[in-house]
């Protein structure tokens, strides 16, 4: 898989990454939003990712309050994949948290990963009680210390974004990434500001939810009775509703038809193309609950789409 160079730092990365969250194991906040997976199905999704040459893996502390980080790293370990060889990425949650506390957890992160260090550490959301500069403060203190390489954001907008990188470029350094949500099916980051100042400012676009929870598969379009069988959480974050389904149908079954032309599924198609339309500018990481999807997501960039067929999704999607 070819790679790519992570915002203006020194990582190096392949377009596709694996998330984590479905490795929380039914646990903390938003941990129940997945079925609590057997280690050795986690083992294998992260083997096969590996061989499909993946090399970057994203987590966060909210994921099960650690067990995503620890599950990950275990993964690792078990596949005998050397530290440093692969780059991780976790995130601070910052929800009625202070600055301070970025550095304050941070060694309890080192310790869910261990021996994997910290590449990327990403602040997860807006929400702190502290200011974003105090927060930029704290992420310098780890930059400067040389204990992450990268600092990030996500779920921030284009003005937040500024103020990141405005604060680490003077002191030398660069704001890396920003992960967003989107998707074929969700493309507000277009229209809003956040992917214009990402180009903008040399900031990789990380996005979560690539398939929209699985609506880009087709899946559900195939059997709309599996939407039962989806938390919640997944349901509202997706639009995954019987109106999410009739809107999305036209453009999920020209990804099926295009899919056929490539040997490809769905899912692979909406993936490359994402990856792939603006240039380098956008990653992306799909998660795995099943070593299937992880098998989709590693051959995900083994076909070019034609400009016919990216014009086509672009038209259906908008």
Wanted: proline share 5%.
């Amino acid at each position: 898989m070819e790679t790519r160079t992570l915002g203006a730092t020194d990582l190096t990365i392949t377009p596709l990454g694996l998330g984590c969250w479905q490795f929380s194991q039914g646990s903390g906040p938003i941990g129940g939003a997945w079925p609590t997976l057997d280690q050795g199905v986690m083992d294998e999704i992260v083997k096969i990712a590996l061989a499909g040459g993946i090399n970057w893996f994203d987590t966060a502390e909210v994921y099960g309050n650690g067990n995503s980080e620890r599950a990950l790293a275990g993964a690792l370990s078990r596949q005998a994949v050397k530290p440093g060889s692969v780059v991780v990425a976790t995130k601070w949650f910052p929800l009625f948290r202070t600055a301070p506390s970025i550095g304050k957890t941070f060694p309890v992160r080192v310790a869910a990963l261990d021996p994997y260090p910290i590449d990327l550490l990403q602040i997860h959301q807006p929400t702190s009680f502290s200011s974003f500069e105090k927060q930029a403060r704290e992420l310098l203190v780890l930059l400067k210390g040389k204990k992450v390489k990268a600092v990030g954001i996500s779920n921030f907008n284009a003005p937040g974004m500024r103020t990141f990188h405005r604060i680490l470029s003077a002191e030398g350094f660069t704001l890396a990434s920003n992960q967003v949500r989107y998707s074929l099916a969700d493309r507000s980051i277009e229209r809003n500001g956040i992917l214009d100042t990402a180009k903008e400012l040399g900031v990789t676009i990380i996005a979560y939810s690539p398939l929209a929870q699985g609506m880009l598969s087709g899946r559900f379009h195939d059997d709309p009775a599996a939407l039962k069988g989806v938390s919640m959480i997944r349901r509202i974050a997706s639009n995954l509703t019987p109106d999410g389904l009739r809107k999305t149908e036209p453009l999920v079954r020209f990804l099926q038809q295009t899919g056929q032309g490539h040997g490809a599924s769905a899912s692979q198609v909406a993936l490359n193309w994402l990856v792939s339309f603006h240039g380098e500018t956008v990653v992306a990481i799909p998660g795995a609950t099943k070593v299937k999807h992880a098998l989709e997501a590693a051959g995900a960039l083994n076909f070019s789409l034609t400009p016919e067929e990216r014009t086509e999704i672009e038209r259906l999607s908008r």
